[in-house]
């Protein structure tokens, strides 16, 4: 039975080309995964390079605003960077307050004491509170 055995023949070299390529295939993908982590792994040491850069950026800036706070700072760019520093800083101290004072809303109808808003009655002069 030759043709039988050609056909075989033929039906195994088919198999064994298509495992050859399956076998490529993965070797290209386990590559590729492969540098895939590694690419990760690069990205993650660049995000904790700039985090640290960051962080001293921020000491150094820290640095030059405490300089600045003490006049003694003598780069006049940096002066007006140090000025609108100062301005948000004044506008966190007033947004501070403000909270503050949604905190004591609550006023004694009775004697004018403020109280935080989960008090029920004034400790002054024992009035219910609004
Ligand atoms: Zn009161």
New binding site residues.
Partial sequence: MPKIDEFNKKVSDLASTAGKKVSEAAQTAAKKSSDFMEISKLNKSISNEEETIQKLMTELGRELYEKYLKDELCDGSLKETCSWIKIHEQNIEEYKQKINEFKNIKT?P??G?KFDTDVEF?T??G?KLE
Avoid: F, Q
Wanted: glycine letters at 0%; aromatic letters at 0%.
């Fill in positions: 004694c009775n004697c004491e004034c002054k002069c009035s």
